[in-house]
């Protein structure tokens, strides 16, 4: 059974500032990895996917993959206000057709 | 415009009162989901719809069961509420039941179960 864990659970920052979240996973045969964004009160809307080993970028957003480490991550360049939302990673593939296992989420908060 | 729609958005019922939720999409996407989300848990599937009356069980299927007649249309039927099935529920769909494919969400419905 797929564990998706994400950290932190919560994060504060100033605009402008770069933004790290993490998640890690534990089927090592996992191949897609999505990440989704949820302002409050909202649905989760899809931010970005990548489904091979290393760096995707679009726009301010960038995300990591290193599957042997069964990790990765989404870095935020410049955070503005409006990228305040809960971040949830999720996790497809491997053992688990045709569905995605999700983490807990980020709530990320970015001061004016 | 690709939308999924819930109904209803907002509903109150008694421990024991059997609950209808819907959700319907435009996209004639293939696989449906029908997902709980509670604070600290992130999103669990509750059933996932491949087509029409081909239906499996999610991670938290006891206490639910679902429906699927047509392509736009899944329900998720709640027998007897339950008070800890008190959550907000969304309903997803994609393209095909490839996890290389988005998944679009509803807007949810918020369920208080007394």
């Known amino acids: 059974q797929q564990n998706v864990q994400q950290s932190p659970e919560s994060l504060i920052v100033p605009e402008g500032a770069r933004t790290s979240l993490n998640c890690t996973f534990s089927?090592?045969?996992?191949?897609y990895f999505w990440w989704y964004r949820q302002h409050s009160g909202k649905a989760p809307k899809a931010l970005m996917?990548?489904?091979?080993?290393g760096e995707k970028e679009e726009g301010r957003f960038t995300i990591h993959l290193n599957k042997a480490s069964l990790h990765f991550s989404l870095h935020i360049r410049d955070s503005q206000p409006s990228d305040s939302a809960l971040y949830l990673c999720?996790?497809?593939?491997?053992?688990?057709?045709?569905?995605?296992?999700f983490g807990a989420g980020t709530q990320l908060i970015v001061i004016p | 415009d690709m939308k999924v729609t819930q109904m209803p958005r907002y509903l109150i019922k008694r421990m024991g009162e059997n609950v209808l939720l819907e959700c319907g999409q435009d996209?004639?996407?293939?696989?449906m989901y029908w997902y709980r989300q509670d604070p600290g848990l992130g999103l669990q599937l509750i059933y996932i719809?491949?087509?029409?009356?081909?239906?499996s069980e999610g991670d938290i299927p006891k206490g639910y069961r679902v429906s699927r007649k047509k392509r736009e249309h899944f329900s998720l039927i709640l027998d007897s509420a339950k008070t800890n099935q008190t959550s907000v529920y969304f309903c997803?769909?994609?393209?095909?039941?490839?996890?290389?494919?988005?998944?679009?969400f509803g807007p949810g419905t918020r369920l208080t179960v007394l």
């Open positions: 997803a769909s994609s393209l095909s039941g490839g996890n290389y494919a988005e998944q679009f």
């Open positions: 089927d090592s045969a996992s191949q």
């Open positions: 996917s990548i489904f091979s080993n």
């Open positions: 999720a996790v497809g593939g491997g053992s688990a057709l045709g569905r995605l296992h």
């Open positions: 996209m004639s996407h293939e696989t």
């Open positions: 719809s491949y087509d029409v009356d081909s239906n």
